[in-house]
């Protein structure tokens, strides 16, 4: 028996499922294109998120849907009679639909990952706005969206110093930090000064840096952190360390601090962080040490 698709059902297919649309239509290599297309649309919005405002990206997505609901829309509408395809029918589009969905997750859970920064915590390493590439292979926690699906053993070592990202002890929720302590090492922040195993890591000074949302000048500084070099901010109106009466710290073990020091050997098992801009960073300092199981990847791209 033949069939003709329906040209309003191609069309709100196309507008609420996109290239859906264009596969009940009977256009299987154009959906294929536009999708495509709209992977690389999303790498170049991913790549430069300051050329692309919110705006702008919501308008692109529209767009792509308008243009997948005509092109479905008419395609329909001038289509033969002909056999009725399996992809075509209600459980190949649901086929379709859900591999596409299935191989979008778990190339988030086990390759790579985006990350949208929205604090100054990292800054001016990464700032808020800043897209973040994580790589995931190897790492302990298997995680999509801040969201824990389960944990591995890991086959990948953190390295001190490493920009890393994990699921955060206190929400669940992905946070990206730098690695400054291992097990094992004794990891002092000492009158705003950072030292592992007894040495400090802070380099000479670097300018200036100011902050474009509240216009502060912060005093840079060159840091290296085992192989790693980068520069970290000193803000000398806040407070360093949290005070001695700070209730989170009060389980911790392994940690002494005081009204400028805070002093902490790693356990096994676990990571200290710390954001770059450093007094300016809600980090291990006020809720402890990270779990080697809580570590989902490793940043190896910055994208302003």
Request: net charge positive; proline share 6%.
């Amino acid at each position: 028996m033949n069939w003709k698709p329906n040209a309003a059902t191609a069309a709100v297919l196309g507008l609420i499922a996109g290239p859906l649309g264009m596969v009940y239509a009977g256009m299987p290599l154009g959906a294929l294109i536009i999708l495509l297309l709209s992977v690389l649309a999303a790498a170049f919005c991913f790549a430069y998120p300051a050329s692309v405002s919110s705006d702008g990206l919501l308008l692109l997505k529209l767009g792509i849907a308008v243009v997948c609901s005509f092109l479905a829309y008419r395609v329909a509408r001038s289509a033969s009679p002909r056999p009725h395809p399996w992809y075509a029918r209600w459980y190949g589009l649901m086929t379709i639909g859900v591999v596409i969905a299935l191989l979008f997750l778990l190339f988030r859970l086990f390759l790579f990952e985006g990350y949208r920064v929205s604090s100054a915590s990292m800054a001016p390493t990464a700032e808020p706005g800043d897209n973040l590439l994580i790589a995931k292979q190897g790492y302990a926690a298997q995680s999509v969206y801040g969201m824990r699906f389960g944990v591995r053993v890991a086959d990948r070592a953190v390295a001190r110093g490493e920009y890393v990202a994990f699921i955060s002890p206190t929400q669940n929720a992905m946070f990206a930090m730098r690695v400054v302590g291992v097990p094992g090492d004794a990891v002092a922040y000492r009158n705003r000064r950072l030292y592992i195993n007894g040495v400090a890591t802070r380099g000479p000074a670097n300018g200036d840096y100011l902050d474009g949302k509240t216009m502060r000048r912060y005093q840079r500084y060159q840091e290296k952190i085992g192989e790693f070099k980068h520069e970290v901010l000193d803000d000398i109106d806040v407070r360093a360390v949290p005070p001695p009466d700070y209730d989170a710290f009060k389980p911790i073990t392994n940690c002494t601090f005081g009204e400028n020091l805070l002093e902490c050997t790693v356990p096994p098992g676990h990571y200290f962080v710390m954001g770059d801009n450093r007094d300016n960073s809600f980090d291990s300092r006020y809720w402890g040490f990270v779990s080697e199981t809580a570590i989902t990847g490793k940043v190896i791209g910055i994208f302003h």
